[in-house]
């Protein structure tokens, strides 16, 4: 498959997107990333497709591709969020040229030691980053059947051989300019200028998701009535107490009285009061002499004077 794409065009492309991206990510602040993976299959079973690419903003998957497609699908909120942009349909094109290019390149990149027994499947991840510092950076990795085999440096135009079975893909790439320029331009500038669009989305959807609902104030009901009910109830407890003590007093008392003096307990005894002595001292009165003006309160009683007779009772 010949690949000659314009070196000129291309480069001066490539020269302004990431001036533009410079700039962008030095007023962000933050480091970004996008990720495109594919996934080719040179002999799909029935129904299967033979390329799919899955798209990914910091690490959150949000676009799916079928390289024989005509149409991007969203696979997430943030999908459909960065469909709006004039970036998501410009897509297409670049994504369906890398995978055209990797099939046509994978009989010349087949491992030596594979064999024809097993299916094989090539994966590539395309990378471009914006780093906190306003560096930015793309690179490729290569593999078989999920083994990483083989990174490309977009910077330096690098090629690392990682594992044994990417030995043939590094001899043939890396002396190929044309499949450096390209894989070089798309990452360093297709990438990066969907990714300074694509970010402007994922900062607002971050931005909306975290910032506070605003609830309206509730007002909290004052509890007065249970504060009464728990005095009023503490109030009755103590009284009942009291009460409770002031009748065993009083019960007690009774009966030493009635031990000691039952007669005099059985007249004398007329108030008691809860705060002194509960059996207050009564008189028991006899008439006096006539003589005296004062008349007879008992006509039962004796004509003698009868000393006044004070009963006292002691708690």
Request: charged share 20%.
């Amino acid at each position: 498959m010949d690949w000659k794409p314009d070196p000129r065009a291309r480069l001066g492309f490539v020269a302004l997107v990431l001036l533009v991206a410079l700039r962008f990510c030095t007023a962000r602040g933050d480091t970004h990333s996008l990720f495109y993976n594919f996934t080719v299959d040179p002999h799909p079973s029935p129904g299967e497709l033979w390329c799919v690419v899955q798209g990914q903003v910091d690490g959150n998957f949000f676009l799916s591709y079928d390289c024989g497609g005509t149409k991007i699908q969203s696979t997430s909120p943030l999908g459909e969020e960065m469909k709006t942009t004039n970036t998501w349909e410009t897509q297409t094109e670049p994504l369906r040229n890398i995978g055209d290019f990797l099939k046509g390149q994978l009989p010349d990149i087949i491992p030596e030691k594979h064999t024809a027994r097993g299916p094989l499947t090539l994966q590539a991840r395309m990378t471009c980053r914006c780093e906190e510092d306003g560096n930015i950076s793309g690179c490729w990795q290569f593999g078989f059947n999920g083994e990483m085999c083989l990174r490309f440096d977009s910077e330096n135009g690098h090629w690392t051989e990682v594992h044994s079975g990417g030995r043939r893909m590094k001899e043939k790439w890396e002396k190929d300019r044309a499949v450096t320029d390209f894989f070089k331009n798309v990452s360093m500038g297709d990438c990066q200028a969907w990714l300074q669009d694509f970010i402007v989305c994922w900062e607002k959807m971050l931005k909306t998701s975290a910032s506070p609902t605003t609830v309206p104030r509730t007002v909290q009901p004052t509890a007065p009535t249970s504060n009464h009910i728990t005095k009023i109830i503490l109030g009755v407890l103590t009284g009942f107490i009291i009460i409770s003590i002031v009748a065993w007093i009083i019960h007690k008392n009774r009966r030493q009285c009635s031990q000691e003096a039952p007669d005099r307990c059985s007249v004398g005894l007329r108030t008691q009061s809860l705060l002194g002595c509960f059996c207050s001292p009564a008189f028991t009165l006899k008439p006096r002499d006539q003589t005296l003006g004062i008349p007879s309160l008992s006509t039962s009683y004796d004509d003698t004077v009868a000393a006044p007779s004070r009963v006292s009772c002691h708690i």
